[in-house]
């Protein structure tokens, strides 16, 4: 039996469609998604938290869900639109179909809807307030209930999905081993000796970064969102790491006195949010973007090394680069699609962060490099030869 779902954007647009996954109501930010495949690891990207997000490619889903790909402990966007859910799935690590994980956790999708059109108009007019529905909820109520939420600006979302109690990161030796297909290693880990213990803010971070920090020597110890920097301080870590989370960077007062704090001592790199985070904390500031960058195919050019690489983004928000060059920052690297900041170094300090990901997630490894550079950062911090 086909279960109808209906889409409700706060400039009036309505889009209906056939449901899958959980029979549920739930409002977001609806933002799109360029990334061919991962749509697992975007799902469980906690980044995503508070968004409705739609994937331009047309058909989703067929090589289901498995337990080796996931970002975090659960998926985390607040609903999931497609063109056309797969009606086969054909992989060998597949342990179930999308719909049935999502409806395990609660989260409505929509299939059947014209995502060029909505993309397109969400390309054009910006990110909109949004309702997902998937149990009988009227036109005219999905709108009235997408209006009225609250969105994201001045939200903070970290809250939601920061970690509860510090804990040692201490994956198993599968998770930093090379995957590999026919002898291609498709990860290329450089599993360096453990030798820097690392303090890592956890404002909704990704495994996988975890994972390639492991890999790159260090020691990683997760620590909630809310973490003063005297407690930091108290643990004595050789560097400090900030990660990538969902909404607001400006709402987030506590992250900034810490990091002002910290990044006197302590070398440290951001990711993402992260990235963001250390603007505020160096006194600049940021604005939210019109309809953002999410997806696998972001070129960011590195004006230092004159280098270009393509990234993995998420973020809806972006740094002033005139504020940071008054507040002691370099603006090292640029999106060549619309010229705003992608990276940033500390004149005076071992800092330094980009907007995207460079631990991928989905998405290539062009800037994998950044993890090195850290370690290797560090390494001169303490004076290692």
Not at 229 to 253: C, H, M, T, W, Y
Not at 259 to 285: E, M, R, W, Y
Not at 357 to 383: C, I, M, Q, S, T
Request: with cysteine; aromatic share 10%; glycine share 10%.
């Amino acid at each position: 039996m086909t279960r109808h779902a209906v889409l409700a954007l706060e400039d009036g647009t309505i889009l209906r469609g056939r449901a899958f996954g959980a029979t549920a109501t739930l409002c977001g930010e609806a933002v799109f998604n360029t990334s061919l495949t991962g749509y697992q690891e975007i799902l469980t990207d906690p980044s995503y938290f508070g968004q409705i997000v739609t994937m331009t490619a047309p058909q989703i889903g067929n090589y289901g869900v498995n337990e080796e790909d996931l970002e975090s402990a659960r998926p985390h966007v607040a609903g999931f639109v497609v063109r056309e859910l797969s009606p086969i799935v054909s992989n060998w690590r597949a342990t179930t179909d999308l719909g049935t994980w999502l409806q395990k956790y609660g989260i409505p999708g929509i299939e059947g809807v014209d995502t060029r059109f909505l993309t397109k108009k969400l390309r054009v007019a910006g990110v909109m307030k949004a309702c997902l529905s998937t149990e009988g909820l009227s036109d005219e109520e999905a709108l009235k209930r997408a209006r009225a939420w609250t969105g994201t600006v001045g939200a903070d979302f970290v809250q939601d999905v920061t970690c509860k109690a510090p804990y040692h990161y201490n994956p198993k030796p599968a998770d930093c081993e090379a995957f590999t297909v026919v002898g291609t290693h498709l990860n290329k880990p450089k599993n360096r000796p453990v030798r820097y213990k690392l303090a890592a803010f956890d404002f909704g971070a990704k495994t996988s970064i975890f994972r390639r920090l492991v890999a790159s020597g260090f020691d990683v110890h997760v620590f909630p969102a809310r973490t003063t920097a005297a407690e930091i301080r108290a643990f004595q870590p050789d560097a400090v790491f900030l990660s990538n989370g969902p909404g607001d960077p400006a709402a987030l007062k506590y992250a900034h006195e810490s990091v002002a704090d910290l990044i006197k001592t302590f070398p440290v790199f951001g990711i993402c949010l992260g990235h963001q985070i250390i603007t505020h904390a160096i006194g600049a500031s940021t604005y939210k973007l019109k309809f953002g960058h999410r997806g696998g195919n972001q070129p960011v050019k590195n004006s230092e090394v004159d280098r270009v690489s393509i990234t993995a983004q998420n973020h809806g928000f972006a740094s002033k680069a005139d504020e940071l060059a008054r507040c002691g920052a370099v603006v090292t690297e640029v999106n060549m699609n619309d010229g705003t900041v992608s990276g940033l170094r500390l004149k005076d300090k071992p800092v330094f962060s980009v907007q995207y990901h460079p631990e991928a997630g989905p998405g290539p490894n062009d800037a994998d490099v950044l993890f090195d550079r850290f370690y290797d950062l560090v390494a001169k911090a303490k004076g290692a030869k």
